[in-house]
């Protein structure tokens, strides 16, 4: 089965921090995602990444960077952490060639004060 | 700028009723659907994916139809049960290999005992 985890389950910064939200997944999938989820929002799509090293922007990137130095690990920065970034952070990752589906994380739910 | 809506956003039945959720897209280009399933406070679960040229996909008590002209899809849940309680969204994958989602908002599905 693939596993996708997420660092923290509940995180509670104050403003101004810098955040680093940490994604592993296990099964050597070339594609990682992450997204935000807010109440009547859905999900939103921050970054993606097709390969090591490599990222692109999604429909939301204003204020987050990503990292990804290896295959296994993408991690999503918020380097000043503002109120408005409250929010649901999943993290998903899926094999390439378009035919199978993406694997998501359990989510890390992020309070900014 | 490709949408995707679900209706209803809420839905209650009891258990055992057969039932569908829809959803539709405003660009008819897609590269296959997806439906999910998210329980509350957790990561998305993968049920269906529809690639472009199929017209329907089954798994167990699910079956999920897709109708690219008229860009929708319905998911049917036969015998409903409580354990299958949760939100269910739709995904459509618009540019072919790119595996950049657009997401419906969801709806909450309440099966009662």
């Known amino acids: 089965d693939v596993k996708v985890t997420q660092s923290s389950r509940y995180l509670v910064k104050r403003t101004g921090e810098k955040v680093f939200l940490e994604c592993v997944q296990d099964m050597d999938h070339e594609n990682m995602f992450w997204y935000r989820q807010d109440p009547g929002l859905g999900l939103r799509l921050i970054y993606f990444?097709?390969?090591?090293?490599?990222?692109e922007k999604g429909d939301i990137p204003e204020g987050y960077s990503v990292s990804r130095e290896k295959k296994e690990r993408f991690s999503l920065i918020l380097e000043s952490a503002s109120t408005n970034q409250t929010s649901m952070y999943l993290c998903a990752s899926s094999l390439g060639g378009g035919v199978e589906t993406q694997y998501f994380g359990p989510g890390t739910r992020l309070l900014v004060l | 700028k490709q949408e995707v809506t679900q209706i209803p956003a809420a839905l209650s039945v009891p258990e055992g009723e057969n039932l569908v959720l829809n959803c539709s897209f405003t660009?008819?280009?897609?590269?296959?659907l997806q439906w999910f399933r998210q329980d509350p406070g957790k990561g998305l679960t993968s049920l269906l994916l529809i690639q472009s040229s199929q017209r329907e996909q089954t798994s167990g008590r699910l079956n999920a139809s897709l109708d690219k002209s008229s860009g929708r899809s319905t998911l049917y849940i036969a015998a409903s049960q409580p354990g299958d309680s949760a939100t269910y969204l739709c995904?459509?994958?618009?540019?072919?290999?790119?595996?950049?989602?657009?997401f419906g908002k969801g709806t909450k599905l309440t099966v009662n005992p």
């Open positions: 660009d008819s280009a897609i590269y296959n």
């Open positions: 990444s097709y390969d090591v090293k490599m990222k």
């Open positions: 995904a459509v994958e618009t540019q072919g290999g790119s595996e950049k989602l657009v």
